[in-house]
């Protein structure tokens, strides 16, 4: 990744970077969830998240001998989808119901007659 030069990116990334933290801190209020988390800026400063400070991050052993599978994921697993253009598709068009007032007289009719 390329330094982040203006100050715009720099509030983007300042911005997404609190938003990280506060979602992983949400994993473990809302599910229970222990995350570790370490960041490094293109500058060298390092970000860490830990929701249980007293625990230690598990290691790669700690990882291969657990009941459950590992599940890792690189950037690539989170590639963009194509756009449109792309596909070479078109975007389809907004289908809006009409107002069809005849249908609703008739239903109102209908209605008076049975009460």
Request: hydrophobic share 30%; no cysteine.
């Amino acid at each position: 990744m390329a330094p982040v030069s203006t100050r715009v990116q720099r509030e983007q990334l300042r911005k997404r970077r609190n938003n990280l933290l506060r979602r992983h801190n949400d994993f473990w209020r809302l599910y229970g969830i222990k995350s570790w988390l370490v960041m490094e800026s293109p500058e060298g400063q390092i970000f860490t998240y830990h929701s249980h400070p007293s625990i230690p991050s598990p290691s790669e052993k700690d990882m291969e001998t657990r009941h459950k599978p590992k599940i890792a994921r690189t950037p690539h697993d989170y590639d963009s989808a194509p756009s449109l253009d792309t596909q070479g598709g078109k975007v389809p068009a907004l289908q809006i119901p009409t107002r069809r007032p005849a249908l609703w007289k008739s239903l109102a009719r209908y209605l008076k007659k049975v009460a």
